[in-house]
């Protein structure tokens, strides 16, 4: 990404302003959340990513193999699945503990078969997490909420396994546009069921591709620029960062505030996050956000 003087954009800032975009997305997609609700305001930011993706890729459909069909077939659906779980999931608790929950899939993986000391330090801090945000620390956190996040990142870890197959069969660009189509296909009709062309307003459809451009164009564009210049553990450690931007996110625009237990909370999976990815002996492949 370089200007017409040859400025070339740092690849670490374009982390951090992916991760801004991302969060900034979801902020304005709960917003949306009493109008649509999760499930129809997930289908319209994927619906319309789609579209998005469609333009400017303009994939060619006719070379794609029974192989590929396959895969990127499983993956777009996991895809739909896994953001609007997850949208459900942040209607019913605050976006930063969503996120930190979530986040938890994809520690589960990268720690999945190691029986190294260190990584049941990371295991336990996570635990410890979790611990301090469950239903019994608080009643005003939402049983269902939180099972749902922890389904959005085992939904989100199966998605990294799916997209790190895809990669070596495809082109990125090519799976993520035709994945972001058969999400659509999937969650278009749950949409229509839970009213969203009932609900839908003419004024609702630049939010929706201020949602669509925020949480999956802008952030896509800019973690491809920062995985070609720099390390994938060094993504994966600012990745980490994503539950805290989550917190700010939510504090500052959804006003959404957390106690001192679940900012730790948030705290020790970002350590534990970080930690694995520190000392891991492979980094797996850091997909897409929801």
């Known amino acids: 990404?370089?200007?017409?003087?040859?400025?070339?954009?740092?690849?670490?800032?374009?982390?951090?302003?992916?991760?801004?975009?991302?969060?900034?997305?979801?902020?304005?997609?709960k917003g949306i959340f009493p109008v649509l609700g999760a499930a129809a305001t997930s289908s319209l930011r994927i619906v319309l990513s789609a579209i998005i993706l469609m333009l400017f890729n303009r994939p060619n459909l006719r070379n794609v193999t029974a192989a590929q069909w396959k895969a990127v077939v499983l993956y777009g659906l996991t895809l739909g699945t896994m953001n609007t779980v997850f949208y459900m999931a942040i209607s019913r608790i605050p976006l930063g503990l969503g996120v930190a929950i979530e986040f938890l899939g994809p520690l589960a993986l990268a720690l999945s078969g190691s029986r190294r000391l260190v990584d049941f330090l990371w295991v336990l801090l996570a635990a410890t997490g979790i611990a301090l945000i469950a239903p019994w620390s608080n009643n005003r956190l939402d049983v269902i909420g939180i099972l749902l996040a922890l389904l959005a990142g085992a939904l989100w870890a199966a998605y990294i396994l799916l997209g790190g197959h895809i990669s070596k069969i495809m082109d990125g660009s090519k799976a993520v546009t035709i994945g972001m189509i058969f999400a659509s296909l999937l969650v278009l009709p749950v949409a229509i069921g839970n009213g969203l062309l009932i609900n839908f307003r003419p004024a609702m459809l630049l939010p929706g591709i201020a949602l669509a451009l925020l949480s999956s164009a802008i952030p896509f564009t800019l973690e491809m620029h920062a995985l070609r210049k720099i390390p994938a553990k060094t993504f994966s450690i600012l990745m980490s960062l994503e539950p805290a931007v989550a917190a700010?996110?939510?504090?500052?625009f959804l006003h959404e505030y957390l106690s001192f237990y679940e900012w730790l909370a948030v705290a020790l999976v970002i350590i534990a996050s970080a930690g694995a990815t520190l000392t891991g002996k492979k980094t797996p492949p850091v997909a897409p956000e929801n």
């Open 1 to 29: 990404m370089k200007d017409k003087k040859g400025f070339e954009f740092p690849a670490v800032l374009a982390v951090l302003l992916a991760i801004a975009s991302f969060q900034g997305g979801a902020a304005i997609a």
């Open 248 to 252: 700010f996110s939510g504090l500052l």
